[in-house]
């Protein structure tokens, strides 16, 4: 079993939608929950992170993590075409400092159709 | 921002020869690196972690011999593919971090091709 478990999609919704993209994980010893995005054939780049569980609201993007049931979340509301991406998520044990060993999901590729 | 930067971005070699990519932290110093290998539709598999002066650890599965790391300086790491082979074509990733730092620093990644 796969330490983080993401459905890699592809997931197309019409712009405008909200996009729910989610990860299960199997280690309860994650405690720092992340979401990067990468674009094709480019290195990814941090959107958000939280600790433990909770919400946490930046703008159009909101991350939710349940540790009960080792589910996190992101929402994108008013989706644009530039959100076409792939979004990862990832979860550490040690920390979210960057110096931290980090574990991603497989990522899920989204488009928004104009 | 932190600018991590990759080179080459895409490299072409011959079945048995050797690659070397570079990891550079071009505005800061990173105590730490980390290197990835990314497969088609697949996950950020981490390799290594290496830290500046010390040896590379490696993941469970990933040949320290065959994938060759330095992390001669705080802001310059190398990852060294020796004797490629078709299997090794893949994109590799790395990034540079800060202890007290939350965000890790990607490099753009390299394409490798073996063939």
């Known amino acids: 079993q796969k330490e983080v478990e993401q459905d890699p999609g592809p997931l197309s919704v019409p712009e405008g939608a909200i996009v729910s993209l989610n990860c299960t994980y199997s280690?309860?010893?994650?405690?720092?929950f992340m979401w990067y995005r990468q674009y094709s054939r480019k290195g990814p780049e941090l959107l958000m992170y939280?600790?433990?569980?909770g919400n946490k609201e930046d703008g159009r993007f909101t991350a939710q993590v349940d540790k009960s049931s080792k589910y996190i979340s992101l929402f994108i509301r008013d989706s644009q075409p530039s959100d076409s991406a792939t979004y990862l998520c990832?979860?550490?044990?040690?920390?979210?400092?960057?110096?931290?060993?980090?574990?991603f999901g497989s990522g899920t590729r989204l488009s928004i159709r104009p | 921002g932190a600018v991590v930067s990759q080179h080459p971005s895409r490299v072409i070699c011959k079945s048995g020869t050797s690659v070397k990519i570079e990891c550079r932290s071009l505005?800061?110093?990173?105590?730490?690196m980390f290197w990835y290998r990314q497969f088609p539709k697949q996950s950020l598999m981490l390799m290594a972690t290496?830290?500046?002066?010390?040896?590379?650890?490696?993941e469970q599965g990933v040949e320290k011999d065959k994938f060759l790391i330095n992390h001669a300086s705080l802001t310059l790491s190398t990852l060294t593919v020796t004797s490629a082979h078709p299997e090794d074509s893949s994109f590799y990733i790395c990034?540079?971090?800060?202890?007290?730092?939350?965000?890790?620093?990607f490099g753009q990644g390299t394409r490798l091709t073996v063939v």
């Open positions: 990034s540079a971090g800060l202890q007290g730092r939350t965000e890790a620093f």
């Open positions: 280690n309860s010893a994650f405690q720092y």
């Open positions: 939280t600790y433990s569980s």
């Open positions: 990832a979860m550490s044990a040690q920390g979210y400092s960057s110096a931290s060993k980090i574990i």
């Open positions: 505005d800061f110093q990173a105590t730490t």
């Open positions: 290496s830290n500046e002066g010390s040896k590379a650890t490696y």
